[in-house]
């Protein structure tokens, strides 16, 4: 003989918090500055260049500088450490979590967990960077833009790790190179002065390498990077379905190394490429499959043929 137990009606575990803290007043001084001095950097040395200031040894050391850091958010911080797009080996999982660390865009555990919960809520309310969050009007869009852009960095909020990013917070390897991240900005500025500095042979060059190839290169990745936010979610074609308003903007698709073709990212979120059509330039997607060439990575994931089809956008 059976007896039926009694049916307990348990609740639910709540979902952890979006937020787990406001930023105190010495990290928000802190960030601010990493904000606002690369830009003033940037703006007061164009102007410069027009009669000194700039040689081939700034600019080929930035753009080397700007290659890795700018590599090191598109394939480290976005497509692997956010979206598992590949796997990688332990060596090249530290060194991508260090070069996206030189973008000086924030340390790896916080902006991936700032980047899942933007994919989370796109478009949103709980979107931390979406420009769709004022409204419609002319004049919303314009605060809209703003907030994407880069005005939602200068809030006090701060994504909860322990919901968002819970893999990467277990990592030892990853903590260790999260926690080095002023460091790393540190280096990303003074390692350029120092090299234009030895090429020059002089106290100048030292200058211009910090100014140029340091805090205006850093400023230029830091909005090129926070364009995806804001104009690939309002302007550009959309070829896939999405259900929120990215799309593809090309004229930025070389200074982001294949970023800007956001429509396909959100579509298909864990694709390791993002331009999938002919002609779409894709500079992330051909070094990760340089690195599963090398061996360096593996299991990478490209959208099928098949699969684009069932994501076209219908007419």
Known sequence: MTTNSPVVDRPRPQAKPLL?????????????????????????????????????????????????????????????????????????????????????????????????????????????????????????????????HMGWLFGSDRTNVARFAPDLADDPDIRAVDRMFPLLVTLSVGLPAVLVGLITWSWWGLLTGFLWSGLARVAFLHHVTWSVNSVCHMVGDRPFTSRDRSANFWPLAILSFGESWHNLHHADPTSARHGVKRGQIDISARVIWAFEKLGWARDARWSSPERLERLAAKA
């Open 20 to 148: 787990s803290h406001q930023a105190g007043r010495v990290e928000l001084i802190t960030i601010r500055a990493f904000l606002i001095i690369p830009f003033l950097a940037l703006v007061a040395v164009v102007p410069a260049a027009w009669g000194w200031g700039i040689g081939w040894a700034e600019i080929g050391v930035g753009a080397a500088f700007y290659v890795v850091s700018g590599l090191g958010v598109t394939i480290g911080y976005h497509r692997y450490f956010t979206h598992g797009a590949f796997k990688a080996n332990r060596a090249l999982r530290i060194a991508l979590a260090v070069a996206g660390g030189l973008a000086a865009q924030g340390s790896v555990i916080t902006w991936v967990a700032d980047h899942r919960r933007h994919h989370a809520f796109s478009d949103r309310e709980g979107d931390p960077h979406s420009p769709w969050l004022f409204g419609t009007s002319a004049a919303a869009l314009a605060k809209g833009f703003w907030h994407a």
